[in-house]
Each structure stands twice: as structure tokens, then as C-alpha cells.
């Protein structure tokens, strides 16, 4: 039993005296009564602020993450956001891409014109209306048979491709003449070391006049596709449409002299 009241005087005083340093040190020369007080006050206080040691750990580290990450900013500088646009180095890139194919394009047709190597003789004769496309009504009533004549200067660059300016008239699908005349390029690919046997395929910018145009000329963009042996080959301009309309291929030889 003694030894029981011996513990607790001894604990009580030992915690007494601790708080008392504690106090002191906190608040400086007070009395008893006024340091418990103070003491209970500030047991309150954290108590009311953050009721558990995790919620004090996250508060600390939101704190830390605004000091340290987020960037300072002054109340007089506004908030701006700038507009989703496309850069001005996609726009130069763009015009730079279209003049430079621009460039090619008079750099090309100006070289066959001043120095052509070839003269040729091109000789329209077929003209196929792709039968998906067209009833038995309009094919019975439109010519196939699409004779005429044409000349052209060409000339062959540093990787073998073909360069033309050509002109031609011929009989359309309507027994009507039809002009065509532009420029034509291909790609030509060898079957043999010789440069003997080819296959060709490009396209051609031109213009056309047809009888129900009144013989206006109309732009015609073409694909076309060639088959050749040295100086002859035939070649085959396809021209896109919609039913009972276009959708034809239009086959001609070219011998080069």
C-alpha cells in the first residue's frame, strides 16, 4: 500500500514539474493557475484544428505541395488564357509545301518547252465507258471509237521520268471533235538493263473543249498509266464521273522521234 501512494506522489509530482518547465518556458513567470489554463487552452485549440495525427500529416504536406510546386502570383496580374490556334510555323510550312511543288511544276513544263530531247506523234483511238457505270441505253448511243491526232515535246530528267507538252483532237462520245492539250509527267519503271520494256504511271494537268461546253476549255486532272517498248507505248488517261457520266478510259499511242 505504501508503495502505491509512494508511486503516484512520485508520478504526479514528476509530471507536475515537467509541465511546469514546459509552461514556464512557453509563457514566461506565471502562476500556477494561469499556466493551466493556458495549457488547457492549447490542448483545445489543436484539438479543434485537426482531430487526428494523419489529417495534421496531410494538412502539412497540401501546405508544403502550394509552397514549394505552385507558382507565386501577385493579386494585380490576371489570369489569361490563350485561344487553341495553329502555330504561324504550320502556316509557313504549309505555303512553303504549295509553292515549292508551284516551283517544280513551272521549273518542268519550262524545261520541256525550251529544251526538249524528244518529238512526238500521239494517236488517239479508244475510248472505254466502264460498263459498271453506264445503262444499256447510253452505251448503245455513245461512240467508242475515239480517232484523232496529236503532237507533243517531251524530254527525260536526271531520273528517267517522262516530261510532255502535248496537244491533241479526237472524236468524243458524242461523234463531236474534242480538244486536249497540257502537260503530262510519268514515272517510268524498266523491266530490263537495256531501258528496252517500261511501265509508266503519272498524270497529266490539262485543259478540254467539248461541243456541250460550247468549247470552253475546262480543266481535266487526269491519272494515266503507259506500257511501252523503246519509242512506243500506249497510254491510258482515265476520267472519273458519276453514272451515265465520265467513267471512261481513254487509250492513246505515243511514238517518240
Known sequence: MKKIIFTTLFSFCFISGAS??????????????????????????????????????????????????????SESEPLTVEPLTSSPSDETTEEGTISKYWNKFKHNTSETWNNPTNYNVMIPFYAWHNRLAYDKKHLDKYNEEAW?????????????????LYAMVFKDSNFHPETMFGYAYQSRHYFDCNHKWFAGAGF??????????????????????????????????????????????????????
Not at 148 to 164: I, V
Not at 209 to 238: C, D, K, T, W
Open 204 to 257: 497529266t494537268l490539262g485543259l478540254t473543249q467539248r461541243h456541250e461546253y460550247s468549247y470552253i476549255p475546262v480543266p481535266l486532272p487526269l491519272p494515266m498509266v503507259s506500257f511501252g517498248h523503246r519509242n512506243f507505248n500506249i497510254n491510258m488517261a482515265y476520267v472519273p464521273g458519276i453514272t451515265n457520266d465520265g467513267n471512261v478510259a481513254f487509250f492513246f499511242t505515243n511514238v517518240e522521234f
Open 148 to 164: 484523232g491526232l496529236g503532237f507533243a515535246m517531251s524530254r527525260y530528267d536526271e531520273d528517267d521520268d517522262w516530261h510532255s
Open 20 to 73: 511546469a518547465v514546459d509552461l514556464s518556458n512557453a509563457y514566461g513567470e506565471k502562476t500556477m493557475e494561469e499556466k493551466l489554463r493556458a495549457y488547457q487552452k492549447i490542448n483545445t485549440q489543436l484539438q479543434d484544428e485537426d482531430k487526428t495525427p494523419e489529417k495534421a500529416k496531410i494538412k502539412l504536406y497540401e501546405e508544403e505541395e502550394e509552397e514549394h510546386i505552385l507558382p507565386a502570383k
